[in-house]
């Protein structure tokens, strides 16, 4: 883990990250984003893979959303109420159901 300080310092005297960015290191950081996207790789795993990069990202667009909307991520969407979220999406798409 030597490298890390010495790429930081060149980064800062390169100028390509500025000079007050701090380097966190923690080992537990990776664990908090696999974490989040445990259910990406659980939905995607069975549709082995995708054709172009542009379906990937769009799919993988529409997933984060749908999470973050259960989540109650979204202003206006309480976390675990099935009827904002339906109200919600309904706007969105000017659907009725």
């Given at each position: 883990m030597a490298a890390y300080?010495?790429?930081?310092?060149?980064?800062k005297e390169?100028?390509?990250?500025g000079a007050e960015t701090k380097l966190r290191q923690s080992k537990y950081l990776n664990n908090v984003?696999?974490?989040a996207h445990r259910n990406i790789k659980r939905i995607v795993k069975p549709m082995m893979g995708f054709k172009t990069f542009n379906t990937a990202r769009r799919t993988l667009s529409g997933i984060?959303?749908?999470n973050m909307i259960r989540k109650g991520q979204v202003k206006g969407v309480k976390p675990g109420?099935?009827?904002?979220r339906v109200k919600f999406i309904e706007a969105i798409f000017e659907i009725a159901a």
């Open positions: 300080p010495v790429a930081i310092g060149t980064l390169e100028e390509t990250i984003i696999e974490q984060e959303v749908m109420d099935k009827m904002s």
